[in-house]
């Protein structure tokens, strides 16, 4: 991941706060042993292993370390290993997977590899009690949990006890109590194994002491000294999407800098019906923040006149919104700072075992380049938080609680719904089928259980009857997905009755479409958007 142009330094290590650091090894699920220590009120951050030396560690201080699951085999000549002098340097230290079997080997123990692969739901017979499992697991109780592993450790490293074993594993949970060095063959830090995250909390609470100091109303109040500190008496523009991050980027900073801050909402006629005025009066009349509302929906239009192909609408979008952006923000006079809502998994560096790039699915567009192009320095105060600690913040800082729970929607809006050529026909069929689907789920109470909902039109006609007569009109299909961060995600089960409903609604009040299907594709191999 490249590094961001002009990055601050607004958002240091919280050195008041107690922190945990997690060393990566390529899991795909690091992530999520980050969000379980973030929820048991604990600061952390994810290092990949073989930039974490004793001496950086040292200096970033944390109060215990956790070594995470990866795809390689500690078997393997040259497979990675964690940092020298991890082991003296006196710290609780947490092993998960393929973090187990390293510590395991590096302590002087054997890890094999094994024929009887374990994957998915498997059970833990736990044989004592400790620190981690005080109040979350009984010595005797079976419990559930979530294993993925073909190697498997075989012979335990000196001062060690077992735990818990399992049929495929039986060092699936092993301590070392007096060093305090706890390892485990299980993701404790996926939903599969019910109770991971109260063992997480015990590590991080029980055994490395840490107070569960991180939350949101403390955050706000120290993000707020930061930016004053970085920005002083500097003036700073901050693009509003629409979306929950740059929102609360902006009420955040308006709370710190009050009227140095200028927003700028650029309606490139792509948005959905309403929103351009939702946002206006949220922020212009609500907040009282200064907000520049520039509609250029004709030149976006315009230029995407023809236009087809998805790679190529995205590309108009995010170089038109960049000058547009430049010329409004050239209208304000001396700008300074440029605030974005980056979010910490945009900044965490991913351990890559393949050397290569990865594939381009999809190019998202933002406001890329602007920062070089006006000289602009960036003020992130969003870079160590996670989207559900973004949305946290919000509610620390009153938003409003439906504007918190927005499902994302593409920078590139319905110009990426509107598979073929895009035309202000289409946009008002879109818009209007859009409107219904969305309110008949609010109605039913399913917004916040869906990660995104939305309407595509399609590029196809179909033949219809109507009354006596023959219709010929477009097709629109319905997308409704649950995940947990749009990476991966299913299909949303809705019933008969309300897909029926939806749909006789849809036929019956928007002209232009006489066919409703239903989309249940899941991400991969989907994608969430149609383009
Ligand atoms: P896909 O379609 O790739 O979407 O499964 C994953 C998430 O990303 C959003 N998305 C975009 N967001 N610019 C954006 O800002 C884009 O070009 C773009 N394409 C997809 C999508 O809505 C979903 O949340």
């Keep these: 991941m490249s590094a961001h142009p002009k990055t601050n330094d607004i958002v240091n290590i919280p050195q008041h706060h107690d922190r945990i650091l997690i060393l990566d090894f390529g899991s795909q699920v690091t992530q999520l ?58 710290l609780p230290l947490f092993g998960i997977c393929y973090g187990q079997q390293t510590m395991v080997e590096q302590l002087g123990g054997k890890v094999e590899s094994s024929d009887h692969r374990e994957f998915g739901r498997a059970y833990v017979d736990v044989k004592a009690n400790t620190a981690i499992t005080e109040n979350v ?18 012979a335990l490293p000196e001062g060690f006890e077992v735990i818990g074993t399992s049929d495929g594993a039986p060092f699936a949970f092993i301590a070392d109590e007096t060093r305090k060095f706890y390892a485990v063959q299980f ?37 707020i000294a930061k930016i004053r500190k970085q920005v002083g008496s500097g003036k700073v523009i901050c ?3 629409g979306g929950v991050d740059s929102s609360v980027t902006a009420v955040l900073l308006h709370e710190a800098i009050g009227e140095q801050l200028t927003c700028i909402y650029v309606d490139t006629g792509m948005m959905r019906a309403g929103e351009s005025q939702q946002v206006v009066s949220l922020f212009r009349n609500h907040y009282n923040i200064p907000l520049i509302h520039e509609n250029a929906s004709d030149k976006f239009l315009g230029l995407l006149q023809g236009v087809k192909d998805p790679e190529m609408k995205r590309k108009i979008i995010g170089a038109t919104f960049i000058d547009v952006f430049e010329d409004i923000a050239g209208r304000i006079g001396k700008v300074d700072y440029l605030a974005q809502g980056t979010l910490y998994p945009d900044v965490i560096e991913s351990v890559s075992f393949t050397g290569g790039p990865s594939v381009t699915i999809k190019s998202h567009h933002n406001v890329g380049g602007l920062p070089e192009r006006m000289d602009l320095q960036l003020v992130e ?32 809006g319905l110009a990426i719904r509107l598979p073929g050529e895009i035309t202000a026909e289409k ?9 219904i689907y969305l309110e008949e789920i609010q109605s039913a109470g399913l917004y916040d259980a869906i990660w995104q909902a939305f309407a595509v039109l399609l590029p196809v006609k179909t033949v219809g009857v109507m009354g006596d ?24 089960h809705f019933d008969h009755d309300f897909l029926s ?12 479409i006489n066919r409703v299907v239903y989309d249940i594709t899941s991400k991969p191999p989907g994608t969430i958007e149609w383009e």
């Design 33 to 90: 042993i980050a969000r379980r220590v973030r929820e048991s009120g604990v600061y952390c951050e994810i290092w990949p292993f073989n930039q974490a030396t004793a001496e950086r560690i040292k200096a970033y201080n944390p109060k215990g370390v956790i070594l995470s699951g990866g795809p390689q085999s500690v078997t393997w000549e040259d497979s990675p290993r964690a940092p020298e002098g991890l082991f003296e340097m006196g």
């Design 381 to 412: 105060p969003l870079r160590e938080l996670f989207k559900d600690e973004v949305r946290d913040l919000g509610r620390a800082l009153g938003m409003p609680e439906d504007f918190i729970r927005r499902h994302p929607f593409p920078g590139p």
């Design 137 to 154: 697991w009984e010595s005797g109780a079976h419990e559930q949990v979530w294993m993925s592993h073909g190697d498997r450790v075989t």
């Design 501 to 512: 409903r939806v749909s006789t609604r849809i036929i019956n009040e928007v002209r232009g």
């Design 239 to 241: 693009g509003l999407s």
């Design 187 to 223: 993701h404790p830090e996926v939903v599969h194994t019910p109770h991971g995250g109260d063992l997480l909390k015990n590590f991080t609470h029980n055994v490395c002491g840490c107070a569960g100091d991180w939350t949101m109303a403390a955050f706000k109040d120290e993000a």
């Design 427 to 435: 946009l008002d069929i879109l818009r209007k089928a859009d409107t």
């Design 469 to 492: 007569d023959r219709t010929y009109d477009h097709v629109c299909a319905l997308r409704a997905v649950t995940s947990t961060d749009g990476m991966t995600a299913d299909y949303y």
